[in-house]
């Protein structure tokens, strides 16, 4: 869902999103986070720093790549990034949406009202979904920003059931405790198609307007075409 901030110098990045979003036409949005992975840092020699300072780092980071996608010219000078009469051309074609991933309410949802044009809430259950947009409209009103202007979304994994078969929904349902130990039950999709599509309809009422959908493999095919042909239906095409 979103890129490591310390993977990555932002100008490059931004060069690069600006570039996809021009051969999408426009279609492109993008988010930015503090990294988690510790053996991913490792992996490809990045240094795998304290969550403080990956968090000072992505707080600058949205700073910084506010800056590229609205302004021509970028000054900045912090803490952990320098540019000077950076230009960012060609510009965006029409709004290139900069997104932020994460759950935290004290710094994630107040860096989602500073800067991003949405906010990536991801495996949590309807109830916390709720509380968390709250604490995000609570920082919008302190940063006197439209709660609005911030779109929403959540991320879920999928483990539906193909049918309301009890076999089959107990199957799935040890396929999640199999490949989740570390995650929420409610912060899956799981249990029957009717089900799922009472679950998700909860999520729009808690004002998600975009579902990111993690399929872990092996994919259960039989669950994902009776997501296709009788959930994807009850929220419109």
Known sequence: MVFATPFRNPALLAKSMITINHLSGGRLEFGMGAGWHEPEFHAFNYDWATLKLRMDMLDEGLQVMRSFIDNE?????????????AYMNPRPVGRLPLWIGGLGEQRTARMAAKYADGWNIPYVGPGAYTHKVQVLHDWCEKEGRDPSAVALATQLGFFMAASDDPAVMESADAEMKRKTPHQTPSGQLSGSPAEVIDRIGKYRD??????????????????????VEEVMPAFGS
């Open 206 to 227: 808690a004002g998600v307007t975009a579902l990111n959908i993690a399929f872990r493999p092996p994919v259960d095919w039989d669950a994902l075409q009776a997501f």
């Open 73 to 85: 010219v970028t000054d900045h000078h912090g803490e952990y990034f320098h540019f000077t009469n």
